[in-house]
């Protein structure tokens, strides 16, 4: 079993940065896939980016060259480096694992509990 803790949520103004966690609880960390996710009210939950064992990385459109994702195997944690923020990046922002890209948000994967961030003047 895999418990993911996200944190780093919160209200930013557009233009604003937010950095999120997701703190994983299981012994392989290291050779999982990684990935983040959105859903905003009313919406079905999107990919926002993923990042395999090896470290490659990939990323919605929306969120090219605003958003890094990475990962720290020694922690545990895989975070989410969200720049240039814009009011229709406000959503719940959830962590997912699989053991593999392939099976990511995909029934039987782990997903944490969500944090919200909203962007708003």
């Known amino acids: 079993q895999v418990q993911l803790v996200e944190s780093g949520g919160g209200l930013v103004q557009p233009g604003g940065s937010l950095r999120l966690s997701c703190a994983s609880s299981g012994s392989i960390f290291s050779i999982i896939a990684m990935g983040w996710y959105r859903q905003a009210p009313g919406k079905q939950r999107d990919l926002v980016a993923t990042?395999?064992?090896?470290?490659?990385?990939n990323y919605a459109d929306s969120v090219k060259g605003r958003f890094t994702i990475s990962r720290d195997n020694a922690k545990k944690t895989v975070y989410l480096q969200m720049n240039s923020l814009k009011p229709e990046d406000t959503a719940i922002y959830y962590c997912?694992?699989?053991?593999?890209?392939?099976?990511?948000?995909?029934?039987?994967?782990?997903w944490g509990q969500g944090t919200q961030v909203t962007v708003s003047s």
């Open positions: 997912n694992t699989a053991r593999s890209l392939a099976l990511l948000s995909k029934q039987g994967s782990y």
């Open positions: 990042i395999t064992s090896g470290g490659t990385t």
